[in-house]
T-cell receptor, first 110, second 115 residues
């Protein structure tokens, strides 16, 4: 079945450092979504990418969809303690439901 | 307030007992999803509804699990004869059709502990 993998599994950074998580799908995706889950919380939708090679920015967050539409990345510039949480990518399976990635847990030390 | 409500927030039950969870989606959303999440893992798809029709069930959903969405509004997820392996966070999410521009809206989840 379709698999969505993310690396790294964990990332610890000093506040102010940059952070990147990578997402790889075993199949081509029509779109990719990103979610953030704070410790003890639930996933919250961040953004959707649809076009090959698309790049979108939300303040310090930059999202990219690969040319082959099988991979994506999320880059955070100058991390802050409020960025702490687990970041999931998700893509539609062979039906409409989302298949979530394995997640990258970000810890930011002040 | 996320707009998707789940009840209860926590449930502790003895092995072999039946449990039922409820999800109230955002009223304008016609799609409702159930996911299960264990510690350190991403949400795993269980089942989803469009209006009152259950369109897909995961192979993870054994015959001990049943979900309903009468009248296309709230949904219930029942687990019969609970096992320790059922311990997890059960997340409900809703969306407006297949329009993913705004993603899924998740509820706060029901944390099930089977002892």
């Amino acid at each position: 079945g379709q698999q969505v993998m993310q690396i790294p599994q964990y990332q610890h950074v000093q506040e102010g450092e940059d952070f990147t998580t990578y997402c790889n799908s075993s199949t081509t995706l029509s779109n990719i979504q990103w979610y953030k889950q704070r410790p003890g919380g639930h996933p919250v939708f961040l953004i959707q990418l649809v076009k090959s090679g698309e790049v979108k920015k939300q303040k310090r967050l930059t999202f990219q969809f690969g040319e082959a539409k099988k991979n994506s990345s999320l880059h955070i510039t100058a991390t802050q303690t409020t960025d702490v949480g687990t970041y999931f990518c998700a893509g539609p399976g062979n039906t409409d439901k989302l298949i979530f990635g394995t997640g990258t847990r970000l810890q930011v030390f002040p | 307030d996320t707009g998707v409500s789940q009840d209860p927030r926590h449930k502790i039950t003895k092995r072999g007992q039946n449990v039922t969870f409820r999800c109230d989606p955002i009223s304008e959303h016609n799609r409702l999803y159930w996911y299960r999440q264990t510690l350190g893992q991403g949400p795993e798809f269980l089942t989803y509804f469009q209006n009152e029709a259950q369109l897909e069930k995961s192979r993870l959903l054994s015959d001990r699990f049943s979900a309903e969405r009468p009248k296309g509004s709230f949904s219930t997820l029942e687990i019969q004869r609970t096992e320790q392996g059922d311990s997890a966070m059960y997340l409900c999410a809703s969306s407006f059709g297949a329009d993913t521009n705004y993603g899924y809206t998740f509820g706060s989840g029901t944390r099930l502990t089977v002892v």
